[in-house]
């Protein structure tokens, strides 16, 4: 199973980002699956999960700013992240929860978002 993030980058505070995770290895994306992001020295944080029902639930912190979608036919799961402010600097991470094999957990390699003020 290999989970694919892309999309972070540098932009300004106000910015837009969009995050995507391509799903490969036999595994579905309609799993549970979720961003997390992570500053150095802090423990890495929920930011935004979708169930397989499609039920979305956020951090307080990002409500009404991201958006997590899933595009089955693609396997991919998205990050849209708008509004963006300097204490979203982290590298964001997706996972999948694979619920046919043991609720097992897979990461993906993760992607830095950089938000200039």
């Known amino acids: 199973v290999q989970l694919q993030a892309s999309g972070g980058g540098l932009v300004q505070t106000g910015g837009s980002l969009r995050l995507s995770c391509v799903v490969s290895g036999g595994i579905s994306s309609v799993n549970p699956m979720a961003w997390h992001r992570q500053v150095p020295g802090k423990q890495r944080e929920l930011v935004a999960s979708?169930?397989?029902?499609?039920?979305?639930n956020y951090a307080d912190s990002v409500k009404g700013r991201f958006t997590i979608s899933r595009d089955s036919a693609k396997n991919t799961v998205y990050l849209q992240m708008n509004s963006l402010k300097p204490e979203d600097t982290a590298v964001y991470y997706c996972?999948?929860?694979?619920?046919?094999?043991?609720?097992?957990?897979?990461w993906g390699q993760g992607t830095l978002v950089t938000v200039s003020s």
């Open positions: 979708i169930r397989s029902d499609g039920d979305t």
């Open positions: 996972k999948i929860i694979d619920r046919v094999r043991n609720w097992r957990v897979y």
